[in-house]
């Protein structure tokens, strides 16, 4: 897994995360890959998942690019500084969670500050 690290975006769309990409790949020719040395990645293919931002509005579908290293093989998928991996929620929903969570706020009204695409299983 790699985060990409970006300047701030108003709101994640397949196509702001298309543009990241293609920065990512058109401004350096070679990526290092992060799991050996003298590796590079190389675009392997795509997955899709689904990212839920703070009172979004609906669940967005997102096709994420997975890169494989040169040296070994192992492929890594590409996520943005706003997703968590392994969830649908997004950073700032899981941060909001937690610290009204450590402020023993109850979940019900966790799940009203976040807005209506939360449900337990996110939490
Ligand atoms: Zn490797």
Redesign the pocket.
């Known amino acids: 897994m790699i985060t990409l690290i970006h300047d701030q975006i108003e709101e994640l769309t397949q196509e702001k995360y298309d543009q990241l990409i293609s920065k990512l790949f058109n401004g350096q020719k070679l990526i290092k890959?992060?799991?050996?040395e003298g590796?590079v990645l190389e675009k392997h293919g795509y997955y899709e998942r689904g990212y839920k931002a703070l009172n979004g509005r609906e669940e967005i579908r997102l096709k994420i690019l997975r890169v494989r290293?040169?040296?070994?093989?192992?492929t890594h998928a590409i996520l943005l500084m706003e997703m968590i991996p392994y969830a649908r929620a997004g950073k700032d929903i899981v941060l909001t969670v937690l610290s009204n969570f450590e402020s023993n706020c109850p979940v019900s009204s966790i799940l009203e500050k976040v807005g209506g695409l939360v449900d337990e299983n996110d939490l």
Do not use: E, M
């Open positions: 890959s992060p799991c050996c590796g290293c040169s040296a070994c093989g192992k």
